[in-house]
T-cell receptor, first 112, second 113 residues
């Protein structure tokens, strides 16, 4: 059973471009979570999704950020018009029925 | 609002020593607590999960305890090895139905050969 997959592992975007981060949960997991780790800071919750539903987006910035988890395919975290402050490591986690969360390797976004 | 604190922020110990990492949280109404390790530039590896009804969990050289009423957890590492060098994070989940984890800022552990 492969672990949580994230791609790309590293992403470089210029200010104003869009960033799309993908997360494939572990097989059989229907719950996906996104966290952000800013430089020298701890991980902060962003959003919790189940298939086709956003359950909790209390940690998402109000503008430019969106997330989805379609019926088919990976979960996508989308950042529009990126700014330097968006540079961070973005981690995805998955769980079956909301139990122990298993984390992916992360996507490191650099905005130049 | 739940706040999770880990002290110390960094710790260096000689190889072979036993050590304890600390985690405290302000809201004792938790569902479970997880300990993770994070290697530089890598993701998180789950080490131990303790449910709110449990007092401790053990895996190999690792033992995690939970005192929910006082808002504390400890991670005990026995006979430390250089491969244990990493950042250790604790995270709490508030209650069933509230899925998000609140993380501490971590303890950066260095084992000196």
């Amino acid at each position: 059973n492969a672990g949580v997959m994230q791609n790309p592992r590293h992403l470089v975007r210029r200010r104003g471009q869009e960033a799309r981060l993908r997360c494939s949960p572990m097989k059989g997991h229907s719950h996906v979570y996104w966290y952000r780790q800013l430089p020298e800071e701890g991980l902060k919750f962003m959003v919790y999704l189940q298939k086709e539903n956003i359950i909790d987006e209390s940690g998402m910035p109000k503008e430019r950020f969106s997330a989805e988890f379609p019926k088919e395919g990976p979960s996508i975290l989308r950042i529009q018009q990126v700014v330097r402050g968006d540079s961070a490591a973005y981690f995805c986690a998955s769980s079956p029925l909301g139990d122990e969360q298993y984390f992916g390797p992360g996507t490191r976004l650099t905005v130049t | 609002k739940q706040e999770v604190t880990q002290i110390p922020a960094a710790l260096s110990v000689p190889e072979g020593e036993n050590l304890v990492l600390n985690c405290s949280f302000t809201d004792s109404a938790i569902y479970n607590l997880q300990w993770f390790r994070q290697d530089p530039g890598k993701g998180l590896t789950s080490l131990l999960l303790i449910q709110s009804s449990q007092r401790e969990q053990t895996s190999g050289r690792l033992n995690a305890s939970l005192d929910k009423s006082s808002g504390r957890s400890t991670l005990y590492i026995a006979a430390s090895q250089p491969g244990d060098s990493a950042t250790y994070l604790c995270a709490v989940r508030r209650n069933f139905g509230n899925e998000k984890l609140t993380f501490g800022t971590g303890t950066r552990l260095t084992i000196i050969p």
